[in-house]
């Protein structure tokens, strides 16, 4: 605990003096510029510094899960169903212990990022595909209500149009009234833990990305940013200490984790208009901080959230509760980039999840449901305040 508390000390206070060289700064250095303003203003410096800090707000919409939905689609709800033995005496939705679908309100989730970027060149050449390339090394901090995760990640630009990324993080939780970081799903039972952790999260990730703009006559370019991401990642997620079969619950998820390797992803498609453009800065050591840029962009983001690897065949839905299921989430984002340096960004996403069979939607345990079919809910909703610097 001490070296986490050291270490975040570390990278405020880094962050501070950051800020402090940059303050007050007018946009024309003159001959005369203290040496902060000289420094920052550098382009010929082998290494670049950025950083960001943002704050989410964000909830996950109830519905009743594992219900049948007319036309594959599940509207939010806060009514509950009782299929306990009380409100389904006959067992006709539920052949174990029962459960009560849905009723909960949802926990809002605030979280706050702070990450933290040493940028190299690397294997540069002088052609608009591998004039930037470079090696970022970064630090993240990543703090939430219930969780804390410290970590690092290694990213190479071998092109302008390629990111492979290598990343590790590492946290702990604990409870508070109204909810829990981590929990052991007993057979349908959510223990949430007072203190637990470690819990590890470890990746591997490549992104594409494209800006038609760039490739466009310069006439027309500033009206055809249309841009494309792409992002598959092969991630290690487990809750150490407990078996690899034993399902957890994280950040008051459904309590389905295993420990193992997944896949996610993210696809962006979106269009983005500079009402000002001012990339003045973005060569040199330190960020200008009176930056103009004012830009709006909109997209539409598939996000592959989870999809078990390494428990695929443990019940798929052929015959099973569906282990082989793969959770995505879609919907529309908003982003507003700000004069200084600050960001605006809104989301709204749309998700998929199981139906049971109805003689077995009611069991507490999800291991004992039996896989019926599918469909799509109105998922989560959320709010980004972000600063770079």
Known sequence: MIKKITFIIVIITLSLFI?????????????????????????????????????????????????????????????????????????????????IIGGVNSVPLIELYLDYDFIFPFFQKDNFLMKNNFIKLSLHNQLSVVTYNIGTSVTISPV?????????????????????????????????????????????????????AYIMPEHVAPFTHFFMLLTPQIKYQAFLGIPDDQPYMYQECPGEKMNG???????????????????????????????????????????????????LMDSPMSDGWGSDFCYISYGPVLRLDLPWNYFIQIFFLFGNEKTYSSETRGNLDFRDRDYKDWYVYPRWIGLFLGWRF
């Open 19 to 99: 800020c402090i060289a940059q303050e007050d700064l007018t946009d024309d250095a003159t001959s005369d510029a203290s040496f902060p303003q000289k420094f920052r203003d550098r382009t010929n410096h082998f290494m670049k510094f950025r950083g960001s800090l943002s704050i989410v707000f964000s909830t996950i919409l109830e519905h009743q899960d594992g219900m049948p939905a007319k036309n594959r689609f599940n509207p939010t709800s806060y009514e509950s169903v009782d299929y306990t033995d009380e409100g389904d005496p006959n067992g006709e939705h539920h052949t174990t212990e029962g459960r």
């Open 160 to 212: 302008a149009f390629l990111e492979l990324q290598v990343g590790l993080l590492i946290g702990e939780a604990w409870a508070i009234p109204i909810a829990a970081g981590l929990g052991i799903n007993d057979d349908g039972v959510i223990k949430r833990l007072d203190f637990a952790g470690p819990h590890l999260q470890a990746w591997f990730s490549p992104t594409l990305q494209m800006d038609l």
């Open 261 to 311: 390797w997944n896949l996610l992803g993210r696809f962006m498609l979106g269009y983005r208009y500079f009402i000002i453009e001012d990339d003045v800065g973005e060569d040199r050591t330190f960020i200008k901080m009176r930056n103009k840029n004012f830009i709006i962009s909109g997209a539409i983001l598939v996000w592959i959230e989870y999809f078990n690897l390494t428990h």
